[in-house]
């Protein structure tokens, strides 16, 4: 596999430096992406860089993924308007364990030759003085050159710390550190990055040029991928509660799945290519379904399938697509039945929840009476409004119509527990005390 080939169809190539891709087709290279520990968990906007990991490792390469333990006390100013706060040393090192599990579900950390190795610039960092550092990095880069960069050139007006200032001194070193203790030739990362990611090509041609004088500029490289945006423009990677992340607990597998599904027919043929590894000719034939039949929404069931697995397992999926169904689809009362107990808070999550009480069901004559009282006017208003959607045949009890006002309250309980109550498509869960 041809890696710089397999980008371009992808549309996952922005920008790289002169003979980046004559040294990929020469030989087996190293190559690493950078990830700051700002969060307990990376998001859908990681992903794209991810795959950048992932695709040069499938094509015989050598994928290094670095945690940032030292440069995520600092944070990188690229992309930001202000001055980011700065974390504790504690809730760095939760969050690079966060991130470290995350990645060993994209790479192959055992694959020989080529296995995946994932290192942190703490461990380097740790070891260097201030007045060594100044020696080693900040001599053989001129002040110039740093405030040339975009990202610090933003920031001049609106100010910038030297700290901030420094960060992309820091990031460049980590590539000289790696081209000279992991033989790492190439940097990575979002096109936001291009300025950062040179500043480590260049590092190591002024550190390196005395050793290597005749082949000063083809010692590191530099690639970056476009930012993944929506087809009008805006930023990709947001729900309306904020980041969707990798971590289930702060993104459970059914909405992380939902995410995906509800993207626009305009997002699909871009973030297939991104984010799945469906092959050319599968991604083509997924088109032509998808322009046959739209309304099948097959391009977003196709994303959504894959990188849920990837990310969730395929268990995660099946869960994910059985609320799915429960919720929005065509779930029947034996689907209902097959949810287990451990289940329903997950597929359940956000949908309204009503606990009744024993003393609460002796006193419902009827399936009317119940629904008025068990769901505390958040339903229904009244025990009239409750009768009238029966009777107007817009109420279901556990996926099955309910036709009769007067209809008894001896229910079938899911699991011993739940009632599931549907007026049109909003649901409410009933939950036995």
């Known amino acids: 596999m041809n890696f710089i080939e397999e980008l371009r169809w992808r549309g996952m190539l922005n920008d790289m430096t002169p003979g980046t891709e004559e040294q990929l087709q020469k030989e087996m290279t190293a190559g690493y992406i950078g990830f700051d520990p700002t969060a307990a ?5 990681n992903l794209a860089t991810v795959m950048l990991l992932v695709h040069l490792q499938r094509a015989g390469h050598k994928s290094f993924a670095l945690v940032g333990g ?5 944070g990188d100013p690229s992309g930001k308007a202000s001055e980011r706060e700065f974390l504790s040393e504690e809730t760095l090192r939760r969050n690079q364990e966060g991130i470290r599990h995350q990645l060993t579900k994209f790479l192959d950390f055992e694959s020989g030759v080529n296995s995946a190795e994932m290192v942190n610039n703490y461990d380097w960092f740790k070891e260097i003085s201030f007045l060594g550092f100044l020696r080693e990095a900040g001599k053989h880069i001129t002040v110039n050159y740093m405030m040339a960069k975009d990202s610090v050139k933003k920031r001049l007006e609106t100010g910038i710390s030297f700290t901030e200032f420094s960060y992309q001194l820091l990031q460049g070193y980590d590539f000289y550190w790696l081209y000279k203790n992991k ?8 096109s936001d990055q291009w300025g950062n990611i040179t500043t480590g090509t260049e590092l190591i041609r002024r550190k390196e040029a005395g050793e290597n004088a005749a082949h000063e500029d083809h010692l590191a490289y530099a690639l970056t991928t476009p930012l993944v945006t929506k087809a009008d423009g805006t930023k990709f990677g947001k729900s309306e509660s904020g980041n969707v992340w990798l971590d289930p607990t702060l993104t459970s597998p059914y909405q992380f799945y939902q995410f995906w599904l509800n993207t626009t027919d305009a997002d699909c043929p871009r973030l ?4 799945t590894l469906l092959s050319r000719e599968e991604i083509e034939e997924l088109e032509r379904q998808h322009a046959e039949a739209p309304h099948l929404r097959i391009l977003q069931k196709a994303i959504a399938e894959d990188v849920t697995i990837r990310i969730h397992s395929q268990a995660g999926y099946e869960l994910a697509v059985k609320a799915s169904e ?27 929840q009503t606990e009744v009480s024993a003393e609460e069901l002796a006193n419902s004559k009827d399936i009317t009476d119940l629904l008025s009282i068990a769901s505390r006017g958040e339903v229904y208003a ?13 109420v279901s009890i556990n996926k099955t119509k309910v036709a009769d006002p007067g209809a008894s309250t001896d229910l079938e309980w899911l699991q011993g527990r739940y009632i599931l109550v549907s007026k049109g498509k909003k649901n409410h869960l009933l939950k036995k005390v």
């Open 41 to 45: 968990s990376l998001h859908i906007g």
């Open 70 to 74: 030292a440069t995520g006390m600092i």
């Open 183 to 190: 033989n790492v030739r190439l940097q990575m990362g979002g």
């Open 272 to 275: 297939i290519r991104v984010f």
């Open 326 to 352: 429960v919720l929005f689809g065509k779930a029947t009362l034996e689907t209902l039945r097959s949810i287990q107990v451990h289940e329903f808070d997950v597929i359940f999550e956000g949908v309204p």
């Open 382 to 394: 009244s025990k009239g409004e409750a009768r009238r959607a029966i009777t107007q045949n817009a």
